[in-house]
């Protein structure tokens, strides 16, 4: 009843398929207006007329008009998955926040994102929000060529792509890059998958990054949901 009570109501203003797995979602209403927002927080989306929700990142915030943007990557048949691939303008919804997630509004550039599908509108927002050229991503992908379509699509084509691999081999080249931009006295915002996380945070602090330029939080992880 509480949770209830504290969601707000939407209207999906407008919904684009950049891909088959990628909507890009525009949610509007008044319950928008005059909110305060910045960079790298979430709102949580009620799934159906049930309790559960599932997270995502306004990539912008109109607090004047009362819009936001997400960027939702449908990965399987989850209730997330399934709401953004089904979603149609005109549609209704109920949601939480925004909230505090991962504090990035005063970073100032160089910063390294390093994330997968679930942080490219992350990425959007921190690239809208500091002056261009000075964020630098790097993503780990399952298919390439979808994610650059739509890196393409919000302005992001010139991020660095790593194909994922299922036995992780792939992230000793994420490291790499990684502590290639080191010394340019970079931060760093690690999201996406658990574990990749936990790898290049690792890395960074055994090649002496101090922790005050790492900034991490998890998006997701295999077998769990809701992962707040
Ligand atoms: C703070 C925060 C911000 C987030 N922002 C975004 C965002 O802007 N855009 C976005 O698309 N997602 C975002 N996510 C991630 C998203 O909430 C999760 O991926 C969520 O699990 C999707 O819900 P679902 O119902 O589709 O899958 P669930 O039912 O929650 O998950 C079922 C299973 O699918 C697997 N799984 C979950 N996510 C993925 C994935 N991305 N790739 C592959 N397998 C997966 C796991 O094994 C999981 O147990 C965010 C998460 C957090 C915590």
Known sequence: MLLRWLMHPARVAAVE???????????????????????GQKIQV????????????PMSWDTGRGRTRLLAFAHGDGPGSRWASSLREGDHCQFFGPRHSLDVAGLAGPVVVFGDETSFGLAAALRNALTAGDVLPVFEAIDLAEAQQVLNAIDLGQARLIARSADEAHLAGAEADMLRLAPSGAQFVLTGRASSIQRISRALKA??????RIKAKAYWAPGKTGLD
């Open 46 to 57: 009620a799934m159906g007329s049930g309790l559960s929700a599932r997270t995502y990142t």
């Open 17 to 39: 398929a950049l891909t088959p797995h990628f909507r890009l979602i525009e949610l509007e209403g008044e319950a928008l207006k005059n909110i305060d927002w910045t960079v």
């Open 207 to 212: 090649a002496g990054i101090v922790s005050s």
